[in-house]
């Protein structure tokens, strides 16, 4: 039990991260070829139905899981395995209930929503995402009684096999249905995440069956106390899950209003409404999504760490909860920094890369990504700091902190788009100053209650550095090859010299020693490369 305990959140981190970013480039690769086949209008049934199910898979599945794997990693770390088994099948009763719920509602409700935004004809799309919204919180149950062993590999894996067979089956069958119809066609490829969603519960279900028996034979024997009451498991279920899914919820919501205030503060500098339209158009819909791409592997962080700490914080085990605290905004910082900066300095190339046949639109959307570019680190950092807090307990912090952020944004981008020579920028820079405050803020109140004093130069100075090399090999290689092989090929390669500059740095400034990566299954054969090849005192 004491050496299970004593593990890191990194590995777990690595895989779910892995796994996270494999799922958004299928996702990515996926609407690419079916705006192709559907067109601008199947595209429009297809996105007026996909936020409102992903609005209301974010109620059903953000906090609950967290919840789950920090309960029961408290429970496993007292020895109450039992009763750690006892809050699986009560969260997994919650979420099948939750689920119904939210199924039936989207199902129910579908007609009337889509006579309320004048799109009768996505009504098809509404149908066929219902069945998700009723599998999806049972697999994120049983994903979260896995996270709180510290077993990342069933989330991984069935993460990877829902979004396979969802873009798979979703184009198929967009294929198969559009001679009746676009708005058939659109419900075919909306249908996909029906699919995806039930071979993933199916996985999981195996997952967890298999492992059943050597779960139920760890139980500790009867004893005579009294078993937790199911009223105070699902409160205490509750009482984590709702600040988490408050907090998913804030950047959603002010995105949203981010549509009105922009519009209206584009129109009243002297843009008319089809110019405002358009850059809130580069600003949404071209910038955002790169931004949003390595989300997937630092928000892993945050998946991993909180089993992580729970357990550590229970044993009473104080420098292995900082320990992973001054690692896991190491994680962050290396992750996202080179992330950053990679884009900001090759944001032009990288808009002309996806958008060839927007050139134009492109490279005013380029502005907006350099803009947007430093929030990538400031959100990881800020999520790593969020696992900590959620880990020991204090999970209404980081939603209070980016509730503070959020105003800040909204007074900041009312402001900044109101200054002609920023305008729709100003939006970014607005989500940047949102993301430095509460990653501040976290970080404040983790020293407040860990007690941990961040070691700067590791975790933030020596990762910047090396990013900042990055950045600039990358951009003085773009600049090489652009004039002889063109753009595409100038962006692929100068990535791949990034790369290599940014490993070779970090391991040659002590960002990661090697020592470090025996502790993660998988890499311990890279240090045996590590050990002939680096300076001593690297090691």
């Not at 699902?234 to 804030?250: D, M, N």
């Not at 009243?268 to 339209?277: L, N």
Request: proline share 4%; charged share 15%.
């Amino acid at each position: 039990m004491e050496e299970h305990s004593k593990k890191t959140f990194v590995g777990g981190a690595a895989l779910l991260g892995v796994a996270g970013l494999m799922s958004k480039v299928l996702g990515a690769c996926f609407r690419i070829p079916l705006a192709n086949i559907i067109g601008d209008d199947g595209m429009g049934y297809y996105q007026t139905a996909y936020p409102i199910y992903i609005a209301l898979l974010t109620i059903a599945t953000t906090g609950i899981p967290t919840a789950i794997s920090r309960m029961v990693a408290e429970r496993r770390a007292q020895g109450k395995y039992r009763e750690s088994f006892r809050i699986y099948r009560h969260s997994l009763l919650l979420m099948a209930c939750i689920g119904l719920f939210t199924g039936l509602v989207m199902f129910i409700f579908a007609p009337q929503i889509c006579r309320r935004i004048s799109e009768p004809n996505a009504i098809w799309c509404m149908y066929s995402l219902a069945p998700a919204l009723v599998v999806c919180p049972v697999i994120s149950s049983i994903r979260g009684y896995f996270q709180g062993q510290q077993n990342m590999v069933p989330t991984a894996v069935s993460q990877v096999v829902e979004q396979i067979f969802r873009v798979t089956t979703g184009f198929v069958l967009a294929m198969l249905f559009l001679d009746r119809g676009l708005e058939y066609a659109a419900a075919g490829a909306t249908g996909g995440a029906s699919i995806g969603g039930a071979l993933a519960l199916l996985y999981t279900a195996i997952a967890f069956w298999r492992k059943k028996k050597a779960l139920v034979g760890e139980f500790e024997p009867e004893t005579g106390e009294p078993k937790l009451a199911s009223g105070k498991i699902f409160k205490e279920l509750l009482s984590i899950a709702v600040p988490i899914t408050l907090g998913a919820l804030i950047m959603p919501i002010i995105n949203t209003m981010d549509t009105v205030v922009v519009k209206t503060r584009l129109i009243s500098i002297g843009y008319d409404q089809v110019t405002a339209r358009s850059l809130f158009g580069q600003l949404s819909g071209m910038a955002s999504p790169i931004i949003n791409m390595p989300d997937a592997v630092t928000a892993a962080v945050c998946m991993s760490l909180v089993p992580v700490i729970a357990d550590a914080k229970l044993r009473g085990d104080t420098e292995f909860v900082k320990q992973n605290t001054q690692l896991s905004v190491r994680y962050a910082s290396l992750v996202g920094m080179p992330c950053a900066i990679g884009i900001l300095a090759l944001a032009k190339p990288i808009m002309l890369l996806l958008y060839p046949l927007q050139k134009e639109a492109a490279i005013n959307a380029a502005t907006c990504l350099a803009a947007y570019s430093p929030g990538i680190a400031l959100l990881a950092i800020h999520q790593a700091l969020s696992g900590v807090l959620q880990g020991i307990g204090k999970q209404k912090i980081p939603v209070r902190n980016l509730f503070i952020g959020a105003v800040v944004k909204l007074i900041a981008t009312y402001i900044l788009c109101g200054i002609p020579e920023i305008n729709v920028t100003g939006a970014a820079y607005g989500t940047v100053i949102t993301y430095v405050i509460s990653a501040m803020l976290n970080y404040l109140s983790a020293k407040k209650y860990t007690g941990v004093k961040l070691d700067f130069m590791l975790c933030i100075f020596k990762p910047l550095f090396a990013s900042a090399v990055m950045g600039v090999c990358a951009f003085g290689t773009y600049r090489l090859l652009y004039e002889h092989i063109g753009n595409a090929f100038s962006v692929l390669i100068s990535i791949g010299v990034a790369v290599i500059v940014y490993v070779v740095l970090v391991f040659l400034t002590g960002t990661i020693t090697a020592a470090e990566l025996k502790g993660v299954k998988k890499l311990e054969k890279l240090t045996v490369l590590l050990d002939k090849v680096l300076p001593k005192g690297k090691m």
